[in-house]
């Protein structure tokens, strides 16, 4: 869907971030997903102070800004415009909670691992609003969303005409991956971050496993979207590339997979207690898996994986 606004035809900016920033605020002041949702006016004098500088340990930058230099900041805004705006305002049905954590001010947070965490949840709202976009693109019918108080992601009509409900799971670096990233930068030396092709599938895995559970109440046709950053595509990409995710499925030394993961996604397995016995009964349920590569938020489908029998 096309929407006539100067942020789907600004191009790239190969200027200093300063410079960027002024540009921004010139497209700001004209753009509703920018000016009502990304970056409201009780937020602008932060957001202009902190966005265009660099947080030297870490490499973190503003994703607004970073998508204007690179020519892409169409891609966030286009689903703003199209679903959660309505005459250049927010609708009435926009999620409060929801519209909150749209708002870009990771940076504020004190230290390099909160605002990883933060941009993390930035990061997975943007995907479940830019896989609507992306959808509609395919030939989807959108007609619901979490954002507007949907039960799910999305819900849409297929092009076939089918009621269905989407799942979407934003794969970034996680927590562990990123504080070795900065022991490394303060080190000058590699360390050593003990993740096996195994873990990226067992990852996988589970977080299928996690949007399934999520759609059990579903009566239509449900589907999980798997969209991997490409900083982290390399952990999945031979899980991905040899099939390993068919039937019959399985996790890969389960106990000792889990006892090194970090402590907040052991909570996230312990949720489930039956999660090996019942992986086949409850996946069988999705119609299908996609797994798509994130590039800049650039979307291309990687695989599709059937997995109802």
């Known amino acids: 869907m096309q929407f006539n606004c100067d942020c789907q035809t600004v191009k790239g900016?190969?200027?200093?971030?300063n410079n960027i920033l002024n540009q921004f605020e010139n497209l700001r002041k004209n753009c509703a997903a920018l000016k009502e949702i990304f970056v409201p006016e009780s937020e602008w004098s932060k957001f202009r102070e902190m966005a265009p500088n660099s947080f030297a340990e870490s490499g973190?930058?503003?994703?607004?800004?970073?998508?204007?230099?690179?020519?892409?900041?169409?891609?966030?805004?286009?689903p703003i415009h199209c679903f959660l705006l309505d005459g250049g305002k927010p609708k009435e049905s926009l999620i409060k909670s929801y519209r909150k954590s749209l708002v870009e001010k990771w940076m504020l947070q004190k230290t390099s691992l909160r605002r990883h965490k933060e941009v993390r949840r930035f990061n997975g709202k943007l995907a479940e609003l830019i896989s609507s976009s992306w959808l509609e693109s395919q030939g989807w019918?959108?007609?619901?969303?979490?954002?507007?108080g949907g039960a799910f992601d999305i819900e849409a009509t297929s092009p076939h005409g089918k009621i269905s409900a989407i799942e979407v799971k934003y794969i970034g670096v996680?927590?562990?991956?990123f504080e070795?990233?900065?022991?490394?930068?303060?080190?000058?030396?590699?360390?050593?971050?003990?993740?096996?092709?195994?873990s990226g599938y067992n990852y996988i895995l589970f977080r299928i496993y996690e949007a399934a559970k999520q759609?059990?109440?579903f009566l239509g046709d449900r589907y999980v979207s798997i969209v991997i950053s490409n900083l982290t595509w390399g952990n999945s990409e031979m899980a991905i590339e040899w099939n390993?995710?068919?039937?019959?499925?399985h996790f890969f030394e389960f106990s000792k997979w889990k006892g090194n993961v970090s402590d907040s996604f052991a909570e996230s397995i312990n949720k489930y207690p039956n999660i090996e016995k019942e992986i086949n009964e409850v996946l069988n349920q999705i119609k299908?898996?996609?797994?798509?590569?994130?590039?800049s938020w650039e979307y291309s489908l990687n695989k599709i994986v059937k997995l109802k029998t």
Do not use: M
């Open 13 to 17: 900016v190969d200027k200093s971030w």
């Open 60 to 78: 973190h930058r503003s994703i607004l800004l970073g998508a204007l230099k690179h020519g892409r900041l169409g891609r966030l805004t286009l």
């Open 141 to 148: 019918e959108i007609l619901n969303l979490e954002a507007l």
């Open 174 to 177: 996680e927590d562990w991956q």
């Open 180 to 198: 070795n990233n900065l022991k490394s930068l303060k080190s000058g030396n590699a360390v050593a971050s003990g993740f096996s092709v195994y």
């Open 215 to 217: 759609l059990e109440k």
């Open 244 to 249: 390993w995710i068919r039937h019959p499925l």
């Open 288 to 295: 299908e898996v996609w797994i798509i590569k994130c590039d």
